[in-house]
């Protein structure tokens, strides 16, 4: 059983910053991907931000140059750096990865973090 385990999420006021963690465990092969997406009451989720195996970065338009993905391999974990905060970040926050198990890919969710931004 693989399960992911994110971290950080808080009340922070506008400007402020926050980190979000989040740890893969369990039996699998590899991890492909590890993302970030939010979900806004009513809304579908969006993707914030993701790291491919090999690095590669991808950022939401609403939050380039504010938030930075950190992926660290040798530990199963991905963070997310949120600074800048603006009130319309506000949402419900989870962690995404795209897991081996061979010879099959697998989409894992963690359970959510509450980010909420206000003063």
């Known amino acids: 059983q693989v399960q992911l385990v994110e971290s950080g999420g808080d009340l922070v006021q506008p400007g402020g910053s926050l980190r979000l963690s989040c740890a893969a465990s369990?039996?699998?092969?590899?991890?492909?991907?590890m993302a970030w997406y939010r979900q806004f009451p009513g809304k579908e989720r969006e993707l914030v931000a993701s790291?491919?195996?090999?690095?590669?970065?991808n950022y939401g338009d609403s939050v380039k140059g504010r938030f930075t993905i950190y992926r660290d391999n040798s530990k199963s974990t991905v963070a997310l750096q949120m600074n800048s905060l603006k009130p319309e970040d506000t949402a419900v926050y989870y962690c995404?990865?795209?897991?081996?198990?061979?010879?099959?890919?697998?989409?894992?969710w963690g359970q959510g973090t509450q980010v909420t931004v206000s003063s």
């Open positions: 995404n990865a795209q897991i081996q198990r061979f010879p099959r890919t697998y989409s894992y």
């Open positions: 790291v491919s195996s090999d690095g590669t970065q």
């Open positions: 369990g039996s699998f092969d590899r991890i492909n991907s």
